[in-house]
Nanobody
Framework: VQLQASGGGLVQPGGSLRLSCAAS????????IGWFRQAPGKLREWVSC????????NYADSVKGRFTISRDKAENAVYLQMDSLKPEDTAVYFC???????????????WGQGTLVTVSS
């Protein structure tokens, strides 16, 4: 499945952004979708994921209570609503498609190109 992440930008601390992960060539309904992020000089880290089927969700402790992942089947997209953003959320955000919703990036086999989120005053 081909994925495209979008929605990044510059936002002040405490602000919000909504990232989109859109698909072409296949329905996202059959895939678990994960969001990961990579800050400059750091490893890519898992942020959140949503399962296929029941759309169960899971979050990294660092974003729990601030970020919300959701799936829109009509739009064939998965969203990451990010609220109460902090400077440490600054990173390139990637979405990946796989079979299992978990924090292991090796379980995701298709990736979008990434979208940059910058949280700064």
């Amino acid at each position: 499945v081909q994925l495209q992440a979008s929605g990044g930008g510059l936002v002040q601390p405490g602000g919000s952004l909504r990232l989109s992960c859109a698909a072409s060539g296949s329905s996202l309904d059959y895939y678990a979708i994960g969001w990961f992020r990579q800050a400059p000089g750091k490893l890519r880290e898992w942020v959140s994921c949503i399962t296929s089927g029941f759309d169960s969700t899971n979050y990294a402790d660092s974003v729990k209570g601030r970020f919300t992942i959701s799936r829109d089947k009509a739009e064939n997209a998965v969203y990451l609503q990010m609220d109460s953003l902090k400077p440490e959320d600054t990173a390139v955000y990637f979405c990946g498609a796989g079979r299992i919703c978990n924090s292991n990036r090796n379980h995701y086999h298709d990736w979008g190109q990434g979208t940059l989120v910058t949280v700064s005053s």
